[in-house]
């Protein structure tokens, strides 16, 4: 009995501390400086608290979703970095639509300027190509909202939308600012285009790939297949307003020219190193080419032109190239929103990283970022009927001797 007794206000005591520890637990506030910090991180409950007070004292109302969107958004932003997003679940799910070959939009390939976005690609038979639409234009309105300071994909969730539905747009010409308001329709993104074109007695193929999706490779070897059977003996491979897509894909396609070796080295904090050789048997591994380029080409294109470019393979014409040394890692939350967050850089076969200064917002082109040509040309806009940039790349590759 004695010892029951005893045991009796043992655990008792041991009830009342663990009971009270509870209470503190959910009252923080309550415990000494360095006892609430061992409980609770300061950071997490002053952010807690903040937003809380915003919620009880703000004049409006305002939803738990708009609070939490808000959050997010405000954590991206404060990365000052101009390819990380956070998307909501309506603006994800806009993205999405956009990434697809087909999609509702108007049909232009643009690119981040510092009034809004450059326009590197207008697309045959398009509502933009029907507008009057431009290589070189600036988009700096869409559905009454500014475009300066937004990412790429941001300002395509804007523009994009319902086919049938309408969408006023601003845009600049040298100096000028006019307005349009094209009607959205389903635009067939052809991802490869080819040709075979006669220059100097000679047969080059011709080939155009607008983006790195899924499946980019199958493409653009059937095409370079396609060509060596119909003659071409040498090649002209058009990564002009190409914004990327998947390293995977950059990987396979520059291994339809190189034999071997190195591609392109990825590095991140949180993402294992790992480099990607050339791989399988190569389409075309000795017959002269060259890429063509512009301030659209970003991204996968850059690994593309820059394994080319650092082993010879090929010679590089048009102009410096975006210079995105990043990529990006999509998170998706249990809401249907989306974080897109850069988590690493990758690197050409010679170590190069072509995202010059780094990835600030709102930042004009680095110094020192991009491709630098081999040859540089630009195409002229106002020539509609000649292209200055293909007309070099093919005049430049017509004179060259297999490898």
Same mark, same amino acid.
């Given at each position: 009995?004695?010892?029951?007794?005893?045991?009796?206000?043992?655990?008792?005591?041991?009830?009342?501390? &663990?009971? !009270?520890?509870?209470?503190?637990?959910?009252?923080?506030?309550?415990?000494?400086?360095?006892?609430?910090?061992?409980?609770?991180?300061?950071?997490? @409950?002053?952010?807690?608290?903040?937003?809380?007070?915003?919620?009880? $004292?703000?004049?409006?109302?305002?939803?738990?979703? =708009?609070?939490?969107?808000?959050?997010?958004?405000?954590?991206?932003?404060?990365? %000052?970095?101009?390819?990380?997003?956070?998307?909501?679940?309506? *603006?994800?799910? /806009?993205?999405?639509?956009?990434?697809?070959?087909?999609?509702? !939009?108007?049909?232009?390939?643009?690119?981040?300027?510092?009034?809004?976005?450059?326009?590197?690609?207008?697309?045959?038979?398009?509502?933009?190509?029907?507008?009057?639409?431009?290589?070189?234009?600036?988009?700096?309105?869409?559905?009454?909202?500014?475009?300066?300071?937004?990412?790429?994909?941001?300002?395509?969730?804007?523009?994009?939308?319902? +086919?049938?539905?309408?969408?006023?747009?601003?845009?600049?010409?040298?100096?000028?600012?006019?307005?349009?308001?094209?009607? #959205?329709?389903?635009?067939?993104?052809?991802?490869?285009?080819?040709?075979?074109?006669?220059? %100097?007695?000679?047969?080059?193929?011709? $080939?155009? &790939?607008?983006?790195?999706?899924?499946?980019?490779?199958?493409?653009?070897?059937?095409?370079?297949?396609? &060509?060596?059977?119909?003659?071409?003996? #040498?090649?002209?491979?058009?990564?002009?307003?190409?914004?990327?897509?998947?390293?995977?894909?950059?990987?396979?396609?520059?291994?339809?020219?190189?034999?071997?070796?190195?591609?392109?080295?990825?590095?991140? #904090?949180?993402?294992?190193?790992?480099?990607?050789? /050339?791989?399988?048997?190569?389409?075309?591994?000795? =017959?002269?080419?060259?890429?063509?380029?512009?301030?659209?080409?970003?991204?996968?294109?850059?690994?593309?032109?820059?394994?080319? =470019?650092?082993?010879? #393979?090929? *010679?590089? +014409?048009?102009?410096?190239?975006?210079?995105?040394?990043?990529? =990006?890692?999509?998170?998706?939350?249990? %809401?249907?929103?989306?974080?897109?967050?850069?988590?690493?850089?990758?690197?050409?076969?010679?170590?190069?990283?072509?995202?010059?200064? !780094? $990835?600030?917002?709102?930042?004009?082109?680095?110094?020192?970022?991009?491709?630098?040509? %081999?040859?540089? $040309?630009?195409?002229?806009?106002?020539?509609?009927?000649?292209?200055?940039?293909? @007309?070099?790349?093919?005049?430049?590759?017509?004179?060259?001797?297999?490898?």
């Amino acid at each position: 009995m004695s010892t029951v007794r005893r045991l009796i206000p043992t655990v008792s005591i041991v009830l009342v501390v &663990l009971v !009270g520890g509870m209470w503190l637990g959910g009252h923080p506030q309550f415990l000494p400086g360095f006892a609430r910090d061992a409980v609770v991180d300061d950071k997490t @409950d002053r952010i807690a608290d903040a937003i809380e007070k915003v919620q009880d $004292v703000y004049y409006r109302k305002i939803t738990d979703r =708009q609070v939490s969107d808000t959050a997010i958004k405000g954590i991206v932003a404060g990365l %000052d970095d101009r390819f990380s997003n956070f998307f909501t679940a309506k *603006e994800y799910a /806009a993205f999405q639509r956009e990434q697809s070959p087909r999609f509702s !939009g108007i049909g232009v390939a643009v690119d981040t300027d510092k009034d809004g976005l450059l326009i590197v690609k207008v697309y045959p038979d398009s509502p933009a190509k029907d507008a009057g639409l431009q290589i070189g234009d600036v988009l700096t309105t869409a559905a009454g909202r500014s475009l300066r300071g937004l990412t790429v994909k941001k300002a395509a969730s804007i523009i994009t939308g319902p +086919i049938g539905t309408t969408v006023k747009i601003a845009y600049r010409r040298k100096g000028k600012t006019k307005t349009i308001t094209p009607t #959205r329709a389903t635009i067939k993104q052809p991802l490869v285009e080819s040709k075979l074109v006669r220059e %100097d007695g000679k047969k080059v193929g011709y $080939v155009s &790939l607008s983006q790195f999706g899924p499946g980019a490779h199958a493409e653009v070897y059937a095409a370079l297949e396609k &060509l060596i059977k119909q003659g071409a003996d #040498r090649f002209v491979f058009d990564l002009r307003g190409n914004g990327g897509g998947l390293v995977s894909e950059a990987q396979l396609i520059a291994s339809a020219f190189i034999r071997s070796g190195p591609i392109v080295t990825t590095k991140g #904090r949180a993402v294992e190193s790992s480099t990607l050789n /050339a791989t399988g048997d190569p389409v075309a591994p000795t =017959q002269p080419v060259v890429v063509l380029v512009n301030k659209g080409t970003a991204s996968a294109s850059e690994i593309v032109a820059g394994a080319l =470019q650092d082993t010879k #393979r090929a *010679e590089i +014409i048009g102009t410096r190239t975006f210079g995105k040394g990043v990529f =990006q890692q999509i998170i998706e939350l249990p %809401d249907g929103s989306a974080l897109d967050i850069t988590a690493g850089q990758y690197f050409t076969p010679s170590g190069r990283n072509v995202g010059g200064k !780094g $990835v600030t917002a709102g930042s004009s082109v680095n110094t020192g970022a991009g491709i630098a040509p %081999d040859v540089d $040309v630009e195409d002229d806009p106002d020539t509609k009927t000649r292209d200055e940039a293909l @007309d070099t790349a093919l005049s430049v590759v017509a004179g060259q001797s297999a490898k």
